[in-house]
């Protein structure tokens, strides 16, 4: 998805990537019983993030770090790169 939108600083902007809904034992899980996403693709980076994250890279993030807003109907995490814990490979 691109995105008309450029974090300052340290910032990075992220697209959440959904966690399966349904179990190993193939059980369904509602929205409700889901826990919130910890994965997401890198979108945008601020001119401060030097080299280790680039856009369209998987990261791990902080449970409960970041804002969520709305750009162009598309929800999207906004977080210090402080927030990142790992890169997903």
């Known amino acids: 998805m691109a995105i008309s939108l450029k974090p ?9 990537v959904e966690q399966e809904a ?10 409700t019983a889901k826990e919130k996403s910890q994965q997401g693709k890198v979108l945008a980076v601020g001119p ?9 890279d ?15 109907g598309n929800a999207v995490l906004i ?5 990142i814990l790992a890169l997903v490979k």
Do not use: H, Q
């Not at 401060?48 to 369209?56: N, Q, Y």
């Not at 993030?61 to 804002?67: E, F, N, P």
């Not at 977080?79 to 927030?83: G, I, N, Q």
């Open 58 to 72: 998987v990261v791990l993030y902080a449970k409960y770090a970041g804002t969520e807003v709305k750009i162009e």
């Open 48 to 56: 401060d993030i030097e080299g280790e994250i680039s856009v369209d």
């Open 22 to 31: 349904t179990t190993a034992s193939g059980l369904v899980l509602p929205d």
């Open 8 to 16: 300052l600083g340290d910032r990075v902007v992220l697209e959440a």
């Open 79 to 83: 977080l210090s790169e402080a927030d």
